[in-house]
Protein backbone atom coordinates (compact mmCIF):
# COMPACT_ATOMS: atom_id res chain seq x y z
CA UNK A 1 0.00 0.00 0.00
CA UNK A 2 2.95 2.17 0.37
CA UNK A 3 3.14 2.71 -3.28
CA UNK A 4 -0.42 4.55 -3.47
CA UNK A 5 0.65 7.29 -0.89
CA UNK A 6 2.02 9.26 -3.74
CA UNK A 7 -1.44 9.25 -5.69
CA UNK A 8 -3.04 9.71 -2.46
CA UNK A 9 -1.01 12.78 -1.29
CA UNK A 10 -1.51 14.46 -5.08
CA UNK A 11 -4.95 13.36 -5.57
CA UNK A 12 -5.99 15.02 -2.44
CA UNK A 13 -3.98 18.40 -3.23
CA UNK A 14 -5.45 18.45 -6.83
CA UNK A 15 -9.29 17.69 -5.18
CA UNK A 16 -8.53 20.95 -2.59
CA UNK A 17 -7.05 23.18 -5.24
CA UNK A 18 -10.60 22.16 -7.75
CA UNK A 19 -12.59 23.24 -4.79
CA UNK A 20 -10.91 26.12 -3.75
CA UNK A 21 -10.66 27.86 -7.57
CA UNK A 22 -14.47 26.43 -7.01
CA UNK A 23 -15.49 28.80 -4.01
CA UNK A 24 -13.48 31.85 -5.52
CA UNK A 25 -15.69 32.15 -7.73
CA UNK A 26 -18.79 34.91 -7.35
CA UNK A 27 -21.73 34.11 -5.96
CA UNK A 28 -23.92 33.17 -8.21
CA UNK A 29 -26.77 30.52 -8.00
CA UNK A 30 -25.23 26.98 -9.05
CA UNK A 31 -27.15 24.62 -11.40
CA UNK A 32 -28.56 21.32 -10.58
CA UNK A 33 -25.99 18.73 -10.96
CA UNK A 34 -25.93 17.13 -14.13
CA UNK A 35 -26.47 12.92 -14.06
CA UNK A 36 -22.72 11.13 -14.04
CA UNK A 37 -23.59 7.88 -15.58
CA UNK A 38 -21.82 4.99 -13.70
CA UNK A 39 -18.08 4.13 -12.41
CA UNK A 40 -15.81 4.90 -15.30
CA UNK A 41 -14.29 2.00 -16.04
CA UNK A 42 -10.16 1.63 -15.45
CA UNK A 43 -10.76 4.90 -13.93
CA UNK A 44 -9.51 6.16 -10.22
CA UNK A 45 -11.39 8.36 -8.07
CA UNK A 46 -10.14 10.31 -5.46
CA UNK A 47 -11.69 9.79 -1.90
CA UNK A 48 -13.56 13.40 -0.75
CA UNK A 49 -13.33 13.83 2.85
CA UNK A 50 -15.56 16.85 3.28
CA UNK A 51 -18.45 13.89 1.87
CA UNK A 52 -16.86 10.98 3.67
CA UNK A 53 -17.82 10.14 7.59
CA UNK A 54 -18.40 6.70 9.32
CA UNK A 55 -21.09 6.32 12.11
CA UNK A 56 -21.87 3.48 14.66
CA UNK A 57 -24.66 3.15 16.26
CA UNK A 58 -24.88 1.06 19.67
CA UNK A 59 -27.69 0.15 21.86
CA UNK A 60 -27.50 1.92 25.23
CA UNK A 61 -29.39 -0.02 28.12
CA UNK A 62 -32.33 -1.11 25.29
CA UNK A 63 -33.11 2.16 26.07
CA UNK A 64 -31.63 4.78 23.13
CA UNK A 65 -28.88 4.57 20.36
CA UNK A 66 -25.67 5.93 21.26
CA UNK A 67 -23.76 7.17 17.70
CA UNK A 68 -20.37 8.87 17.20
CA UNK A 69 -18.75 9.98 13.51
CA UNK A 70 -15.32 9.49 12.12
CA UNK A 71 -14.07 11.44 9.38
CA UNK A 72 -11.90 9.70 6.49
CA UNK A 73 -8.42 11.47 6.19
CA UNK A 74 -7.83 10.04 2.36
CA UNK A 75 -8.65 7.34 0.33
CA UNK A 76 -8.70 5.99 -3.35
CA UNK A 77 -11.32 3.97 -5.11
CA UNK A 78 -10.25 1.96 -8.56
CA UNK A 79 -12.54 0.95 -10.89
CA UNK A 80 -11.34 -2.02 -13.15
CA UNK A 81 -10.94 -2.24 -16.63
CA UNK A 82 -13.98 -4.81 -16.71
CA UNK A 83 -15.82 -2.89 -13.74
CA UNK A 84 -15.80 -5.71 -10.82
CA UNK A 85 -12.23 -7.62 -11.91
CA UNK A 86 -9.62 -5.42 -10.71
CA UNK A 87 -11.27 -2.71 -8.61
CA UNK A 88 -10.23 -1.49 -5.67
CA UNK A 89 -10.98 0.55 -2.17
CA UNK A 90 -8.14 2.20 -0.08
CA UNK A 91 -9.76 4.08 2.51
CA UNK A 92 -7.84 5.44 6.19
CA UNK A 93 -9.81 6.35 8.71
CA UNK A 94 -8.93 9.49 11.20
CA UNK A 95 -9.47 7.42 14.57
CA UNK A 96 -8.99 10.73 16.43
CA UNK A 97 -12.03 12.44 14.59
CA UNK A 98 -14.12 10.31 16.99
CA UNK A 99 -16.99 12.97 18.10
CA UNK A 100 -20.08 11.90 19.66
CA UNK A 101 -21.01 15.49 21.14
CA UNK A 102 -19.54 14.58 24.44
CA UNK A 103 -16.28 16.11 25.26
CA UNK A 104 -16.03 13.07 27.79
CA UNK A 105 -17.60 10.46 26.03
CA UNK A 106 -14.92 11.24 23.25
CA UNK A 107 -11.60 11.53 25.39
CA UNK A 108 -12.64 7.66 26.76
CA UNK A 109 -13.40 6.51 22.79
CA UNK A 110 -9.85 7.12 22.51
CA UNK A 111 -8.06 6.10 25.24
CA UNK A 112 -7.16 2.21 25.95
CA UNK A 113 -9.79 0.65 27.08
CA UNK A 114 -11.70 1.58 23.71
CA UNK A 115 -9.87 2.56 20.83
CA UNK A 116 -6.48 3.22 21.86
CA UNK A 117 -5.91 6.57 19.16
CA UNK A 118 -2.68 7.33 20.40
CA UNK A 119 -1.08 3.88 19.56
CA UNK A 120 -3.47 3.36 16.68
CA UNK A 121 -4.17 6.95 15.08
CA UNK A 122 -5.87 5.36 12.07
CA UNK A 123 -8.00 3.14 10.62
CA UNK A 124 -8.08 1.06 7.61
CA UNK A 125 -10.73 -0.41 4.87
CA UNK A 126 -9.12 -2.11 1.95
CA UNK A 127 -11.44 -4.22 -0.47
CA UNK A 128 -10.36 -6.12 -3.99
CA UNK A 129 -13.77 -6.64 -4.33
CA UNK A 130 -17.19 -4.34 -5.44
CA UNK A 131 -19.98 -6.02 -6.50
CA UNK A 132 -22.34 -4.37 -8.99
CA UNK A 133 -25.73 -4.43 -10.48
CA UNK A 134 -25.70 -2.43 -13.88
CA UNK A 135 -23.78 0.76 -13.28
CA UNK A 136 -24.38 0.77 -9.81
CA UNK A 137 -22.54 -0.58 -6.68
CA UNK A 138 -23.91 -3.20 -4.72
CA UNK A 139 -21.78 -4.32 -1.74
CA UNK A 140 -17.96 -4.08 -1.02
CA UNK A 141 -16.02 -7.08 0.58
CA UNK A 142 -12.93 -5.76 2.25
CA UNK A 143 -11.13 -6.20 5.57
CA UNK A 144 -11.61 -3.24 7.86
CA UNK A 145 -7.96 -2.83 10.46
CA UNK A 146 -8.28 -1.15 13.82
CA UNK A 147 -5.63 -1.29 16.43
CA UNK A 148 -3.82 -3.34 14.43
CA UNK A 149 -6.50 -6.42 13.81
CA UNK A 150 -7.64 -6.84 10.61
CA UNK A 151 -11.57 -8.64 10.04
CA UNK A 152 -13.16 -8.77 7.03
CA UNK A 153 -16.30 -6.59 6.50
CA UNK A 154 -18.86 -6.55 4.17
CA UNK A 155 -20.43 -2.92 3.54
CA UNK A 156 -24.08 -3.44 1.66
CA UNK A 157 -25.20 -0.40 -0.43
CA UNK A 158 -28.75 1.40 0.58
CA UNK A 159 -28.28 3.87 -1.96
CA UNK A 160 -25.29 4.99 -5.13
CA UNK A 161 -24.98 7.30 -7.45
CA UNK A 162 -22.90 9.06 -9.66
CA UNK A 163 -23.28 13.22 -10.34
CA UNK A 164 -21.69 15.88 -12.22
CA UNK A 165 -20.44 18.02 -9.37
CA UNK A 166 -21.71 21.98 -10.29
CA UNK A 167 -19.22 23.61 -8.50
CA UNK A 168 -16.14 21.44 -10.01
CA UNK A 169 -18.01 20.30 -13.61
CA UNK A 170 -16.31 16.90 -12.16
CA UNK A 171 -17.51 12.96 -11.99
CA UNK A 172 -18.76 12.59 -8.51
CA UNK A 173 -19.84 9.07 -7.31
CA UNK A 174 -20.95 7.55 -4.06
CA UNK A 175 -23.56 6.14 -2.07
CA UNK A 176 -24.42 5.20 1.66
CA UNK A 177 -23.45 1.54 3.10
CA UNK A 178 -23.75 -0.16 5.94
CA UNK A 179 -22.78 -3.09 8.16
CA UNK A 180 -23.18 -4.88 11.37
CA UNK A 181 -20.19 -6.09 13.49
CA UNK A 182 -19.15 -7.51 16.40
CA UNK A 183 -16.59 -5.06 18.10
CA UNK A 184 -15.16 -7.81 20.67
CA UNK A 185 -13.70 -9.17 17.20
CA UNK A 186 -11.23 -5.74 17.36
CA UNK A 187 -10.49 -6.31 21.08
CA UNK A 188 -12.71 -3.76 22.00
CA UNK A 189 -14.97 -4.83 24.81
CA UNK A 190 -15.78 -2.23 27.79
CA UNK A 191 -19.02 -2.45 28.64
CA UNK A 192 -19.63 -5.69 27.62
CA UNK A 193 -19.76 -7.64 31.01
CA UNK A 194 -22.61 -4.82 32.09
CA UNK A 195 -24.82 -4.01 29.57
CA UNK A 196 -23.59 -2.78 26.59
CA UNK A 197 -24.12 -4.35 23.49
CA UNK A 198 -21.04 -6.11 21.26
CA UNK A 199 -23.24 -5.32 18.07
CA UNK A 200 -22.69 -2.39 16.23
CA UNK A 201 -23.79 -0.96 13.31
CA UNK A 202 -21.78 0.95 11.10
CA UNK A 203 -23.39 3.54 8.45
CA UNK A 204 -20.47 4.86 5.99
CA UNK A 205 -21.26 7.69 3.75
CA UNK A 206 -18.75 8.28 1.10
CA UNK A 207 -18.45 10.25 -2.11
CA UNK A 208 -15.24 10.19 -4.57
CA UNK A 209 -14.07 12.23 -7.24
CA UNK A 210 -12.71 11.15 -10.87
CA UNK A 211 -9.34 12.21 -11.16
CA UNK A 212 -9.48 12.20 -14.69
Not at 99 to 109: A, F, N, Q, W
Not at 164 to 185: H, M, W, Y
Request: with cysteine; proline share 5%.
Amino acid sequence: MASAKPFIFFAALTTAAVFSAAQQQTSEVLPPPKPGGGPVKGATYAVDPDHTFVIYEIDHYGTTTNRGRFSAKEGTVRIGPGGTGGSSIDVTIDIGSVSTGVELLDRHLKSSEFFDAARFPTGHFVSNKIAFSGNKVTAVDGTLTLMGQARPVTLKATRFNCYIAPLINRQTCGGDFEATVQRSQWGISWGNSFGFEDKVRLLVQVEAINSR
